[in-house]
């Protein structure tokens, strides 16, 4: 199965919104209500910040969003500060056994 | 709190193999699946196995398949990943990572380097 495709690079200014897109297809994104966003710090782990498409996990702050549209499911980042700039990945469930991955997408606080 | 500390890293010549352990506390263990992700070096994340709570289901991405073995033992609270016939390109931090889609937890990874 293809990855999902994210945008190489975002960014915004203290205090903006910014928006980071994650484009599928019929079989992943578009099929299942399993898409997930997760948020990685330089030389950190993975963190978990959106799970099935719009459900944030305890202590994740609600200036995080998701969303998702036909194939496409998008991560809302309100209230910029600077520890969210991270890079930022998405996931969607693809039928069977299949998950696939965005490439990532680095967020830069302006 | 959930904790999941992954070992067994290293550095392994292409046809080696190593065996990864993942020790997990804070949660009941045999109540989920979990899971192995890798990140090669600069790279995106990549799933590359999964287990069921009791060891009955076992996926693997197409290419591991037939090389990477996935188990775990409940009664340790311990998830496993034997690699063998190891290759250039499985070098990647390994991550374990409770449940098989949500990736809810995650450890801090081993790192897994394949070279001559």
């Known amino acids: 199965q293809s990855a999902l495709t994210q945008p190489p690079s975002a960014s915004g200014s203290p205090g903006q919104s910014v928006t980071i897109s994650c484009a599928g297809t019929s079989s992943d994104i578009g099929a299942y209500n399993y898409v997930s966003w997760f948020q990685q710090h330089p030389g950190k782990a993975p963190k978990l910040m959106i799970y099935?498409?719009?459900k944030r996990p305890s202590g994740v702050p609600d200036r995080f969003s998701g969303s998702k549209s036909g194939d496409t499911a998008s991560l809302t980042v309100s209230g910029l500060q600077a520890e969210d700039e991270a890079d930022y990945y998405c996931?969607?469930?693809?039928?069977?056994?299949?998950?696939?991955f965005g490439a990532g997408t680095k967020l830069t606080v302006l | 709190e959930v904790q999941l500390v992954e070992s067994g890293g290293g550095l392994a010549q292409p046809g080696g193999s190593l065996r990864l352990s993942c020790a997990a506390s804070g949660f009941t263990f045999s109540d989920y699946w979990m899971s192995w992700v890798r990140q090669a070096p600069g790279k995106g994340l990549e799933r590359v196995a999964s287990?069921?709570?009791?060891?009955?289901?076992?996926y693997y991405v197409d290419s591991v398949k037939g090389r990477f073995t996935i188990s775990r033992d409940n009664a340790k609270n311990s998830l496993y990943l034997q690699m063998n016939s190891l290759r250039a390109e499985d070098t990647a931090l390994y991550y374990c990572a409770r449940n098989r889609v949500s990736l809810a937890y995650w450890g801090q990874g081993t790192l897994v380097t394949v070279s001559s």
């Open positions: 099935e498409v719009n």
């Open positions: 996931n969607s469930y693809a039928g069977g056994t299949n998950l696939v």
């Open positions: 287990i069921k709570e009791d060891g009955s289901e076992k």
